[in-house]
C-alpha cells in the first residue's frame, strides 16, 4: 500500500462526526474557562482523543477555531435566529429584534469572538473566516435597512448601506462586549440604549 493511500484511510478513519462533535465541543468548553490559552493538546485531552485525531480533523488550530464558529452557530440554532429577525412584520420590528438577538447571541460567543478578533491579525486564515463572518452579518443589516428605506421610514441623510454599517458596528461583540461586561450594564439596559440610539439616529 502507498504512503498516500494509507494517509487517505487514516483521515477516513478519523472522519466520525461523533469524533468532530466531541473535539468542537471540548474546545468551546476550554475558550469559555481560559479564554485565547487553548491548545490543540488540551483540546484532544478534554476530548478524550489523540492530538493526532485533532490534527486530520481540522490540520491546525486555526482550522479548529474556524470549525467551531459554525459548530456554535448550528448549536445556538443561528438559522432559526436569523429566521426570527428577518421575519418580523416590519423593518423597525426587525431592527429591534436583531438588537435583542445580537445582545443575547454575543453573550454565547464572546470568548470564541474574542480569540477571533484578536488572533486575526496573526492568522491569516483566521482572519479571512472572521472578515467572512463579519460581512455575512451586513448583509443581514442591510436587508433590515432596506426594508426600513423601502417602508419610508429611514431618516434623511441615511442610505440603507450607510445605516446597516453604523448597526453592525454598534453592536458588534468589542462594544457590547466593553458595556455589559466593563461598564455592567444588564441585557435590558443594552437593548434599551442601544435600541433607542439606533431608533433616534437612524428612523424619521
Known amino acids: 500500500m502507498s504512503s498516500e493511500v494509507a494517509h487517505d484511510d487514516q483521515q477516513a478513519a478519523y472522519g466520525d462526526p461523533e469524533t468532530r462533535r466531541r473535539i468542537l465541543q471540548a474546545t468551546w468548553e476550554l475558550l469559555e474557562e481560559r479564554g485565547a490559552a487553548v491548545t490543540l493538546a488540551s483540546a484532544a485531552l478534554r476530548a478524550g482523543v489523540s492530538r493526532q485525531a485533532v490534527y486530520l480533523h481540522f490540520r491546525d488550530r486555526s482550522g479548529l ?91 434623511e441623510g441615511w442610505t440603507p448601506g450607510t445605516a446597516a454599517e453604523l448597526i453592525h458596528v454598534v453592536t458588534m461583540p468589542g462594544p457590547w462586549r466593553e458595556l455589559t461586561r466593563e461598564v455592567e450594564w444588564t441585557a ?17
Open 65 to 155: 477555531l474556524v470549525a467551531l464558529v459554525d459548530y456554535i452557530d448550528l448549536t445556538l440554532g443561528a438559522a432559526k435566529l436569523r429566521a426570527h429577525v428577518h421575519g418580523a412584520p416590519t423593518g423597525v420590528e426587525s431592527l429591534e429584534r436583531w438588537i435583542e438577538t445580537m445582545s443575547w447571541y454575543t453573550a454565547k460567543i464572546d470568548k470564541v469572538a474574542q480569540v477571533a478578533e484578536s488572533s486575526q491579525y496573526e492568522d491569516a486564515a483566521l482572519a479571512a473566516a472572521w472578515r467572512d463572518r463579519m460581512n455575512r452579518r451586513l448583509d443581514h443589516l442591510r436587508s433590515i435597512t432596506g426594508r426600513i428605506a423601502a417602508e419610508g421610514r429611514l431618516a
Open 188 to 204: 435590558e439596559t443594552y437593548v434599551k440604549h442601544v435600541g433607542d440610539m439606533l431608533r433616534r439616529s437612524l428612523l424619521n
